[in-house]
């Protein structure tokens, strides 16, 4: 969970908005699995230890607060359900619909959608990727994101209270990174997002409201790591202007879930969850 300008918090809180990356101290971790190996290394505890648990979710905590300082005075906010095309709750196909899916990148993340309700699709689920990655974590490379994702006038907001967050020692630390930002020696940083779905609230032409479902995975694999790689289930939903021949995020809130009840699967050991991240590469999601 990277969170960043994503990460929100406090589950549907009415209004409350939380432009930022999947996390909320309000979500329950579950650590799988059984027998006598414990996660990362070590004699396992007991299945959904108290002491692990309280950890995990202590470490979201205080990343959820981190991230909810810089979205303190976000512009925006959801945009008037009375204004344009209501849409229902029927799911939306994801097979194949005849338009040709992006072939072209701004600051390596897919861009050129289609100016109608797949293209605003495609580009909430694609952006949900970049806000969650560990790119968010490198100045220059979140300057970089946040300046192909964000409307202009919002990017130039955002990049000041973002690297107050993302770059604070206390902050850093409090997730198990060094102080520069990097990965502890032995360890690997892992922050993905993974959308599941999506489906568009509202459309104007010019505008949309698109909710993307996705499971977010964060933590740091390695022996004894104290922040083990965990999997959270958000749901955020995009206010999107078309800008420049592109869509761009003005705002977003996020709400917990829906999360799926999870299954008796062991936990993967620190080098196999490591390579896994490094090996399988995301996607460029197109509806």
Not at 102 to 117: H, T
Not at 215 to 224: D, I
Not at 240 to 257: P, R, S
């Amino acid at each position: 969970m990277s969170l960043g300008d994503e990460h929100g918090y406090g589950g549907e809180s009415g209004g409350r908005t939380a432009e930022g990356f999947g996390g909320s101290g309000q979500t329950r971790t579950r650590l799988p699995g059984g027998g006598e190996t414990d996660v990362y290394g070590g004699a396992r505890r007991p299945v959904r230890s108290s002491r692990s648990l309280i950890t995990v979710m202590g470490v979201v905590v205080l990343l959820i607060a981190a991230i909810a300082f810089a979205n303190q005075g976000g512009g925006g906010g959801e945009a008037d359900p009375s204004e344009g095309g209501g849409k229902g709750t029927a799911a939306q196909p994801t097979a194949a619909t005849g338009v040709k899916p992006v072939e072209e990148k701004a600051g390596g993340i897919p861009s050129g959608y289609a100016k109608d309700e797949q293209g605003a699709q495609s580009a909430a689920a694609n952006y949900a990727v970049a806000l969650g990655s560990d790119g968010m974590f490198n100045q220059p490379r979140r300057d970089e994101i946040v300046s192909t994702v964000y409307a202009p006038e919002v990017a130039a907001a955002r990049k000041g209270d973002l690297d107050k967050v993302y770059s604070g020692e206390k902050f850093l630390t409090s997730i198990g990174l060094n102080p520069d930002g990097t990965a502890p020696a032995g360890m690997t940083f892992i922050t993905r997002f993974n959308p599941v779905g999506s489906k568009v609230e509202n459309f104007n032409g010019g505008t949309a409201r698109v909710s993307v479902w996705y499971s977010a995975l964060f933590g740091l694999a390695g022996e004894g790591s104290k922040n083990p790689v965990s999997e959270s289930w958000y749901t955020n939903t995009f206010e999107l202007k078309w800008i420049a021949e592109d869509w761009k995020v003005t705002n977003f809130t996020q709400k917990d879930g829906p999360v799926p009840v999870g299954r008796d699967q062991a936990a993967s050991g620190a080098k196999e969850m490591a390579d896994a991240v490094r090996q399988f590469g995301g996607f460029t999601y197109a509806r």
